[in-house]
């Protein structure tokens, strides 16, 4: 995957559950050069969530069609759903100097990594444990009991490829983890 636009990205990669959409949201408010990359989806909006921002909500057909068009800097299937990197989302940021800042599952994230090389900083937020990712997805509220049970699954492959990312950061006291990830941001983007 040479093709990609130009520029430095940072990737937060982990298990559903694990905090990284809240550490990401903190990151955006606290940088103003990192910008979310926005990505494309065929699952359904959960509450709140809003097309353009969270996601580009599209239909299989929709998904498919961008994938024959080489839309996607990656894509890959999560349980049950597709998500990908839109290029065009990357390029546009980068376009206009910022760095996007990727919320992506292992696979997708490791390619991306593969790619950028030292563009890219790839950062695994790890849950301090299995049942306290439980925890924190039945708290969410967003899952029914089969995409529980999907995501607990999949957190479960995902956790022994932490050791393949840039940094690993347990999310146990969010502040501590925040404070963590702020720092390894910090300097990526000064350098
Ligand atoms: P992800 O984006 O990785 O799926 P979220 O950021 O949505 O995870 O976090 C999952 C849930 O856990 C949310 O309800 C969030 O408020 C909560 N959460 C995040 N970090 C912590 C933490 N350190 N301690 C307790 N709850 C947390
Ligand atoms: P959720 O349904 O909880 O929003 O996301 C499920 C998983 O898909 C998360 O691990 C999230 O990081 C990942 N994800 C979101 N967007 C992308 C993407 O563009 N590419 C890949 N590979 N994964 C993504």
């Known amino acids: 995957m040479n093709n990609h636009p130009e520029g430095k990205l940072i990737v937060i990669v982990a298990p ?3 905090g990284k959409t809240t550490i990401a949201k903190r990151l955006l408010n606290d940088f103003p050069k ?5 990505s494309g989806t065929t699952r359904d909006p959960r509450k709140g969530e809003k097309n353009g921002v969270d996601y580009f909500f599209l239909s299989k057909a929709a998904f498919d069609q961008k994938v024959e068009n080489n ?3 990656e894509w890959e299937e999560y349980s049950g759903n597709r998500y990908g990197t839109l290029r065009s989302e990357v390029d ?3 376009k206009s100097g910022y760095f996007p800042l990727l919320d992506v599952e292992v696979k997708g994230a490791l ?3 593969d790619s950028y090389g ?4 790839s950062i ?3 849950p301090p444990s299995i049942d306290e990712l439980k925890r924190r997805l039945i708290k969410r509220g967003s899952e029914t009991e089969e995409s529980l049970a999907l995501r607990l699954k999949r957190a479960e492959k995902d956790l022994p490829y932490a050791s393949r990312f840039d940094y690993v950061v ?3 006291d969010l502040e501590t983890a925040y404070k963590q990830v702020k720092t390894i941001v910090q300097s990526f983007i000064a350098d």
Request: hydrophobic share 40%; glycine share 8%; net charge neutral.
């Open 118 to 121: 030292s563009d890219c900083v």
């Open 34 to 38: 990192v910008q979310f990359s926005v």
């Open 170 to 172: 347990t999310n146990d």
């Open 71 to 73: 839309g996607f800097l």
């Open 124 to 126: 695994f937020i790890q």
């Open 111 to 113: 390619n991306v990594k």
């Open 16 to 18: 559903s559950g694990s």
């Open 92 to 94: 546009k940021l980068m």
